[in-house]
């Protein structure tokens, strides 16, 4: 099982949907991200938590939501979903500090029609 | 501000061919990673190297802190090497890990 698992994998939804991404990890890192990741760009930060307490906002948040359930677990919403964020996204995490690796999940694919 | 650059943004190899990508950054480093993004989207680790030189198989990367830079080494390219390389970069513990745009790599048969 991947350590860090993205439900769902992909997603096709309508304009005005209400749409959750959920993100779990069994590695035990109290840090947690989501990216979104445009066809042919590069990788560009929604949100991230450093713990459950602490939330942040990243470089494009307008339009998402997160919620940190518990250590484990991070969910990205879109309230009410656009085209334009038909796009894949990642979900990340990292432990406290310094150092440590960035470990993605494996990705979900949502298209809003 | 805060930079990471990586070139070249393109690179087309015949196979067996060896090659290499760059990652400049604008300050002191934490942390960097390079990862590999195949074709399906799945973002790989290959490198945690904040400073010095490691080896895995054909893939090798060095990190010159000092100077701001790191290098990835591929060797003897493979089809299944193609996808996009992204250096990232920690500069402070309490600030996200920042990328480059990547090098969009293709090795042709």
């Known amino acids: 099982d991947a350590d860090v698992t993205q439900t769902p994998r992909n997603r096709i939804t309508k304009t005005g949907k209400r749409i959750m991404l959920e993100c779990s990890q069994t590695?035990?890192?109290?840090?947690m991200y989501w990216y979104r990741q445009d066809p042919g760009l590069g990788l560009r930060l929604i949100y991230y938590s450093f713990d459950v307490k602490d939330i942040n906002k990243g470089e494009i948040s307008d339009g998402y939501s997160v919620s940190r359930q518990a250590q484990a677990k991070f969910s990205l919403s879109l309230e009410s979903a656009i085209p334009n964020q038909t796009a894949l996204y990642f979900c990340?995490?990292?432990?406290?500090?310094?150092?440590?690796?960035?470990?993605f999940g494996e990705g979900s694919r949502l298209t809003v029609l | 501000g805060i930079q990471v650059e990586q070139s070249p943004p393109d690179l087309i190899l015949q196979e067996g061919a060896n090659s290499t990508l760059r990652c400049n950054f604008s300050?002191?480093?934490?942390?960097l990673q390079w990862f590999h993004q195949n074709p399906w989207g799945q973002l790989i680790n290959l490198f945690y190297i904040p400073s010095g030189t490691k080896q895995n198989g054909r893939l090798s990367a060095t990190t010159v802190a000092t100077e701001r830079y790191s290098l990835l080494y591929i060797s003897s390219s493979q089809t299944t090497d193609s996808g996009v390389y992204f250096c990232?970069?920690?500069?402070?513990?309490?600030?996200?890990?920042?990328f480059g745009k990547g090098t969009r790599l293709s090795v042709i048969a």
């Open positions: 990340a995490t990292r432990r406290t500090g310094d150092t440590g690796e960035l470990f």
């Open positions: 300050d002191s480093v934490n942390n």
């Open positions: 590695k035990g890192h109290d840090r």
């Open positions: 990232a970069v920690l500069f402070s513990g309490n600030t996200p890990l920042v």
